[in-house]
Each structure stands twice: as C-alpha cells, then as structure tokens.
C-alpha cells in the first residue's frame, strides 16, 4: 500500500485508506470572497478566465496560496459543456447565466452537435495540465462537472430557476426527447470528467447541484440512469468520483444507487446520520452550512468539531462545506477553518 | 364515536380516524392562479384583501365554490403578525413582502411591541367567523400561522433571501437576543393560533416554510423548543395541529419532536419513507410536488395514485401538495386532481 503524502491524501480518503489527517477542500475555494480574485475580475468576464488556461490556472491556485488545503479544483464553470452541443451562453451582471437560446421543444434536442469534448473545452484540460505542473505534486486536483439533471435544467429553462417548471414540464410531457437530451449529457460529462483525468485530475467531481428540486420518483425515472452512466464513464479513467448533490437527505440511497466513491451530502443532516444511511464502501464529504463561514470563530469551530467528532476514527472522510463559499465569507475565517480542521482532527 | 361528515373529515383525519374518502385541500388553494382571485386583485392589494374580513372571507370561499375540497383554509399571510409587533411590512410590485424596519441588533428585540393578538390580528379573527357562517358545515376550516423561525428570517432578512445570511448570524451571534425574539415570537403564534380556533378553524396549520435551511443541529438549537411552545399552546384549544415545513427530510424526527398531530412534508421525499420515519401515532400530509400540476393530466393521476397507494388502508393521511400551488397552474387541473382523489381513494 502507498504511503499518505499531500498529494494523494484526498485520493485515499475517496478510497476509504487510512490519511495522515482529514483532507479539506472547500467548493468554491476560488472565487468573490479572495481579494486577488475581484481583482482579475474587474480586468476580465468570468468566461474569459475559465477560457484563457494561463489565467484559470491561476485562479486555480489562489486559494492554494492562501490556505492550507489539501485539493485545488480547476476553476472552471459548470455551463460551458452547454456551448458545445450549440447552447449559447452568458453571464450577464447580477443575473448569473443566461442561455439565449434555451432548449423548449423535441426539434431542439435534435439539432444539438454531437459534443466535441476535446476540442471543445481544451481550456480547460490545458489549465489542469499547467496547474498540475506548478503544484508539482503539493496537494491533489480535482476536475469537475455538471450532472446531467442540472445541466438539462439549465439548458431548458435558459438560466437559473426557482421553480423548474418549464424542465419538469419538458420532462413530464416530452420523456422521448428528455431521455435522449439526458443520455447525450451523460456521454458528454463522462467523456468530460475522463478528460479531465487523463490531464491531470486525480479526483473528479460530478455536481447535481439542483437535483434537490426532484421528488425520488423523478430523480428515479428521469436523471438516475444518467448520473449512472456519466460516473461509470469517468471511473473508468481509475480517477475516484464525488457525487455532490444539494437537497437529497430524502433520498440518499438514489444518490447512491446512482453512484460514486464519494458522496457529498450539504447540510440538512447530519452526517453521522447521512454515513449511517450510507453503504460502508462509499466515503463522504461534507458538510458544515457555508452560512456558519460568517459567524464568528467560536462558532465556526464548534459546529466544525461537531462534524469532525461525528466522523473520528473513521476513513474515508473529506471535511467541505455543503455547498459553495458564498460571496462575501470573510477569508480570514477560511483560513481558521482549514486550520483548524486539520489541527482538531490532529488530536 | 361520532361518524364522518364533510365537515369534520380533516379533523377525524388528523386525529388517525375513519373517514368515508381521503380528505385533500391545496397550500394556497386561494390564490393567483384563479381568475376570481386576480379579479380582486386588480381592485385590492394583498393586505386590503386580508384586512378586509368580508374580502379575506370571499377569497378563502372562492375554491370551495370552485373544486371539491374537503377543508377551507383562511385567507391571510404569515407576516402581519409582526406588523402587531411593530415591524412595518408592505408588498412590493414583483419583489415579495418587504420589512421597512428590520430587526438587526438586540436592542431592535427590546423594542419589539408586546403583541396584541386578538386587537391586532382581529380582521383574521373576524374572517374565520364569516367563512364559518357561510360554510355552514359543508367543510372543515383551517387556520394558520408562519412558525417562530419563519417570522423571524423574515424579520431579520427584512424580506425573502437566499442564504438568511443575516438571520443566521443574528441566531449564532447574538444568542441572547436570538432566544427572546423566538420565545416571544412562539407566545405570539400560539395565541393566534388559539385564537382562530376559538373564531371557528377546526384545524391549525403551523408553516414553517423557511426551516429546512436549517442545519438539523441550529434547528435542534434554536428552533426546535420554539415551534414546539407555539404547538402546545395551539394544542390547548383542542383543534388538531398539522405542523409544516419544506427541505425537513433530513431532520422529519426533530419535527416530530417539536410537535403536531399532523406532518407535513414537501416532495423530497417518498411518502412511504416518510410514514415509517415517523411514529404511529402522527397523522401525515402531502406530498405531490406542485409543479407536477402543470403537466397533463395522465402524468398528474400517475402521480396522484402513486401518493394514495402508499397510504391505502391507512387512516391519519390528508393529500395535498408539499408546497402551496403555484401561480399559472391550470385551473382544471386542479379540479382534476381534486376529484381524482376522491375517486381513486375510493375504489
């Protein structure tokens, strides 16, 4: 068995092997909340920087830099697979994407491009490949993608939404074109998160980061299937996957069924009960509510050894938040949280 | 043991009884997806409708002309009760309720009113009496309030928010201060609640609508013994309590320990689970999610019949949606669904 080093520790933890401490990411640990990453936002688009490799490369490892993590995730957005298949995207100020021409009918499915993976979202396998060189083996990377479900939430109602009337209707009344749109983004993210792999992610992730919108049934009949197949394609580049997904506590055993090495659960359980309901072959990240980054240090640490004592001597545990570092978390709590992550679990 | 009639079959359902047929009534089943409503609407804003008992009455009258509920449920909004305790609200065009006034400092908890329900509220009060008269027993009558938590992220945030960054803060900074708005906010909700049914409600409703963006441990912490004093007081004028709240799938036993007779649960979870989650001794209500109402009507029945399946031969089960009906949902739809479960459920 390989020894635990900076490099892998992540990687081990997603295989349930024993760690020399708790590895600790955080999701959206690059980003509005750092200093140095407002200041290249006030020079370039969000697009503009996942697109240039030079520039997502470094916002890869600003977090790096200032924090003792033990994984950089690529810096990249969840929507630009979209573009591929013929989606045309945005971001406009203040009102986060917009597709501008949305996927509403049976035709539009059909006339999607065949996704061309490679070529398509290059820059972002550059970045990884360049970021894997400056790390050169200091802490682990891990590369990422939207799920199917939130990708074709997207895709169909043209931006984020609050109610997913017009997907669920789509899907309800369309299941044809539905399961066609939905097996053409698993192929895509499977392909993706392999491509990821072989430049250089050690670990990737698939985010569902709207799945909490469905009832089990529905994730059951319309996205499981699919998360399935995307997980499936990216393991077989041997790299181990996170299946992240917010608003699931009713139905973890879905998430499970759907797969994944690791599953990532937010904050609406607890997770010694979330690992309860969990097979012991899967491991488990998570979960202290991103909203606790704001309060004062006393608190953030309590309620951060609450989950570290939930999960003491066991492996196959990463500490995260459960969901993204909201805009605004002062970072010198980031910097506390991460430290005393790996201190407490030190004891 | 008294028989089942259309008038006391919620109550009977709520306390585990017999009933002829599934008792079902929508969250916000009077409302902007019907032309009656928009008529008014044209003519009246939402608080010269509540404020207005004749007006409240008509509305919360207008499905029961309209579809074949088993239970009237009184037109208001969860949030003049903080107007009793000096918080100015109005509703903006688009934008939702909106706090002019919103509380940010223990000093604003001190100055709070000491709320007089009966004087205050006494348009609700006065409502529930005419909807009574009118109904004349035909169906049961609800009554409601927003719970602890719910009034307070309003009253923190100053209108509806994404993260509650602001109120969580608030609860993990200024416990003190936290602990007495809460406290004071359950007498308030547990005297209304009494003082509907003393006007007419058979049955009281607590919504706690914003409570699954709560981690299961700060809603054990800071909410939990809150919405369980509001109960026991509801629970003293004799009408059954259905206890509410979206996102809770992952804490349904910590709702069950603050109380109800009655749980409530949104769409995230399957009904069965739930059901066996519980203890026997809870009634239980839901769950089809409302968007589900949009589709067409084979999809809405293969739904519906699913839910009543799950619950088939077994009393203590109201249908209804795990969340109010949304604006644009087809009017024959729902009449659709109405009726499907009193047939389906009578095979």
């Known amino acids: 068995m390989s020894s635990c080093t900076p490099s892998n520790r992540i990687v081990r ?117 360049l970021v894997q060189q400056a790390l050169a083996g200091r802490v682990g990377l891990i590369g990422f993608s939207g799920a199917p479900f939130t990708l074709a939430s997207y895709a169909i109602e043209g931006g984020a939404s609050r109610n997913y009337i017009l997907c669920k209707r789509f899907m309800y009344e369309q299941p044809q074109a539905w399961h066609k749109l939905m097996g053409l983004l698993a192929e895509m993210v499977g392909r993706y998160l392999c491509a990821q792999a072989t430049a250089g992610a050690q670990v990737l992730q698939l985010f569902d980061s709207w799945v909490g919108v469905l009832s089990p049934h529905d994730y059951r009949t319309y996205c499981l299937p699919y998360s399935r197949r995307a997980i499936e394609l990216a393991q077989a580049s041997g790299a181990p996957v996170i299946h992240f997904g917010t608003g699931t506590s009713g139905m973890l055993e879905l998430i499970e069924e759907a797969g994944g090495d690791v599953i990532g659960v937010d904050w609406r359980i607890d997770i010694a009960k979330a690992r309860a309901l969990l097979s012991e072959d899967r491991a488990i990240q998570g979960n202290l509510d991103p909203v606790v980054l704001f309060a004062e240090p006393s608190v953030i640490r309590a309620q951060a050894a609450a989950i570290l004592d939930a999960m003491a001597g066991r492996n196959g545990f990463i500490f995260n938040l459960g969901h993204g570092i909201l805009p605004g978390t002062p970072v010198e709590h980031v910097s506390m949280l991460v430290d005393f992550v790996h201190e407490y679990a030190g004891r």
Not at 87 to 106: A, C, D, M
């Open 13 to 129: 933890a997603c295989r349930r092997e024993s760690v020399d401490r708790t590895p600790v990411w955080l999701m959206r640990q690059a980003g509005r909340y750092m200093e140095e990453y407002r200041n290249l936002r006030m020079r370039y688009s969000i697009l503009e920087l996942i697109k240039a490799p030079e520039l997502a490369a470094e916002v890869t490892l600003q977090p790096i830099r200032a924090f003792d993590l033990d994984a950089a995730i690529i810096f990249a957005d969840i929507l630009p697979p979209l573009e591929i298949l013929g989606l045309e995207l945005s971001f406009q100020k203040g009102e986060g994407p917009v597709i501008h021409n949305p996927i509403r009918s049976p035709q539009d499915v059909d006339s999607l491009k065949a996704p061309a993976v490679e070529e398509g979202l290059g820059f972002t396998l550059e970045a990884i490949r």
